[in-house]
């Protein structure tokens, strides 16, 4: 727990911190108003004292732009103290965050469900995405992008050279925890509170489709010789049409007939300026996170190859990335109507910012798709240097290419806080074999089928895992353990089952990039009598061997355990209970060799009030 009273160190510390600043940012509200009131006030007392002298020349002015000046340079301070505030708040609340991780409580709210895929091979059976999973452990990112990239790591497995790669970079970021908060808060305080509150769908929608709008060539109106004219004349020809009413040399009416003049222009462009800024603004406050977590990348200096290849993808786009933001935040202004009416149709505001962001999709447009893969990758790499981090037991895997060798020791499950964890060793190699694993209920089957297959998806996706040591070869990994009836497609628990079973046989049948299955089926054909039951495990196990597939299957089929022993492609473990006593069941979730004929369903049923023995 060490690491966890590391973090609510910091947490305390951070907090403090925060504690002074709001002080500060208080104090300074106060001055602000007082010195604006002495300001309006001696600037009145000195303009009703010296009305005989000229504007010019009374110090009433003098004491003005004084005033002014002073309240702007206190106004400066207020906003450096209010980033201050904001910025410990955010760090303060990051340690407490991962203080409860390890605690066993997660606190952030984004599930990842938007990535759930209905037919993926093991998402919903290993928790990888929901209120209680694998990618609300991990996630540390703040933007979709980042979110996305991580949810993608999660449910693919990468090459070989791409684990080494991410486990280097992840090894370097590991140590480097005030960088890593430093950037996560510093994204974090970019979004608006609108961004915050967005859906993922929302956000998954903006970002496609400012990426669409990048991806299309330049508007050619924009170059096209009277809108290069009309941006500059027109409005200075207001200025001075303006100027001249005021003065009294031209009727109102001239003024009036450029400015209607103004608003034809304006017309002419509103249709595509409307689409370019719906495309754009709602990721403003995005490309404001990503080019904070870019100028992050971009100050570090690294020696794990990613890292610095990343570095150099992203040269020069911080800036490009922000002026994008502000020119989308100038061209969204043109929705408020008072703004419209009395600044935009004047010095025809959407043409100018039309232009600027039709010229930097022209620079930029084929380097914005991969700048915000760089967040993306990131922000991946700090959540899962967060884990490594936090965790600071669990170790990088050995990866394997050649054969099916996967063993374990200490081996347990992520999700389960490490006083209440149980680890188990674990060695499993050769293709086309099938581990048996049998016991009772409740002794740890699901669990531990879970542990493995949640601690491979880790592996492959270049993370550290929950164990002393581990080797895993690259696999594809494929479970079946939740298989539920659907009245909407008139599937029963046991037919939706079996069609889980085709997916794997098809999947094994064609391959995946070429890797092998590993397959962890539990509880298989548990919604069938006992002979077909038997029969149909019986022919799948012989099916699977000839494959290279290998994997594990829990099951309560006593017979099929001790039939598999003269099998040479299965072994048999198993979990047990034990009755204490006084009566209660006693589990040690540990696996050992061999069939389990020892259940524990008739004491259950009976400690639930059932008399097993009563006669009818």
């Given amino acids: 727990m060490a690491n966890t009273e590391q973090f609510r160190q910091r947490q305390a510390r951070f907090g403090a911190s925060e504690q002074g600043h709001q002080r500060r940012f208080n104090q300074l509200a106060v001055g602000r108003a007082l010195l604006f009131l002495t300001g309006a006030f001696v600037t009145y007392f ?15 002015l003098l004491s003005f732009v004084a005033f002014v000046a002073a309240y702007l340079w206190v106004l400066t301070i207020h906003q450096r103290v209010r980033y201050q505030r904001n910025r410990t708040r955010f760090l303060k609340d990051l340690n407490a965050d991962e203080a409860f991780r390890l605690e066993g409580t997660l606190t952030r709210p984004e599930l990842g469900l938007e990535f759930e895929e209905p037919f993926h091979p093991y998402t919903a059976d290993l928790d990888v995405f929901g209120s209680r999973s694998l990618f609300r452990l991990l996630n540390r990112t703040r933007t979709y992008t980042g979110a996305q990239t991580l949810a993608t790591w999660l449910k693919t497995p990468a090459s070989f050279s791409e684990i080494k790669a991410r486990q280097q970079a992840i090894a370097e970021l590991t140590p ?5 908060q430093d950037t996560e ?8 509170a609108d961004a915050q509150s967005a859906d993922a769908q929302s956000a998954n ?12 060539p330049e508007n050619p109106v924009v170059n096209q010789l009277w809108y290069r004219a009309a941006r500059w004349v027109l409005p200075l020809l207001v200025f001075a049409l303006v100027t001249a009413w005021f003065l009294e040399v031209v009727p109102f009416a001239t003024l009036f007939v450029v400015l209607v003049f103004n608003g034809l222009v304006l017309g002419r462009l509103h249709s595509v300026v409307k689409q370019a ?13 990503a080019a904070a977590v870019l100028e992050r990348l971009e100050s570090e200096s690294f020696g794990a190859e990613k890292l610095r290849h990343l570095q150099k993808q992203m040269a020069d786009s911080p800036a490009a990335i922000r002026r994008l933001g502000r020119i989308v935040g100038a061209l969204s202004y043109r929705q408020n109507p008072y703004f419209s009416l009395f600044i935009g149709l004047p010095t025809l505001w959407d043409v100018h910012y039309f232009a600027q962001l039709e010229h930097w999709k022209q620079h930029h447009r084929h380097d914005l798709a991969n700048w915000l893969a760089v967040v993306g990758e990131l922000e991946a790499l700090n959540s899962l240097a967060g884990l490594a981090f936090a965790e600071s037991e669990f170790v990088f895997p050995e990866i394997k290419t050649d054969g099916f060798d996967l063993k374990a020791s200490a081996l347990g499950h992520v999700l389960i806080p490490t006083e209440k964890r149980i680890a188990n060793e674990f060695n499993f190699a050769g293709n086309g074999r099938t581990m048996l694993v049998t016991g009772s209920n409740m002794s740890g089957k699901s669990t531990f089928l879970r542990t493995l297959g949640t601690n491979t998806v880790l592996a492959l996706a270049g993370s550290v895992v929950c164990a002393r040591t581990m080797t895993c070869p690259l696999v594809q990994v494929f479970t079946s353990m939740r298989t539920q009836d659907s009245l909407e497609e008139s599937t029963s628990s046991f037919y ?21 299955v590993l397959y962890l089926l539990d509880e298989i054909l548990k919604g069938t009598n006992s002979r077909d039951r038997n029969g149909g495990a019986r022919a799948l196990i012989h099916q699977l061997h000839e494959t290279n ?7 309560h089929d006593v017979e099929l355990g001790d039939e598999a022993v003269a099998w040479d492609f299965v072994e048999n473990y198993h979990f047990r209970s034990d ?19 020892s259940f524990n369903a008739s004491e259950l049923m009976r400690q639930m009030g059932i008399r097993i023995n009563a006669e009818f």
């Fill in 205 to 216: 929608q903006s970002t496609e489709a400012l990426l669409d709008w990048a991806s299309q």
């Fill in 496 to 516: 939706a089952e079996l069609k889980r079973l085709r997916q794997l046989l098809e999947l094994v049948r064609q391959g995946q990039n070429g890797l092998p």
């Fill in 579 to 597: 009755l204490a006593p006084d009566g209660t069941l006693l589990f040690d979730y540990t696996l050992r060799p061999g069939v389990c004929h």
């Fill in 46 to 60: 000195l303009a009703k004292t010296y009305t005989e002298l000229p504007v010019i020349a009374s110090p009433a």
């Fill in 277 to 289: 800024v719906d495309q754009t603004y709602r990721v403003a406050s995005a490309m404001r996170s």
């Fill in 176 to 180: 480097k925890l005030d960088w890593r």
């Fill in 185 to 192: 808060a510093t994204a974090a305080m970019q979004r608006s």
């Fill in 549 to 555: 597939a290998s994997g594990l299957i829990s099951t």
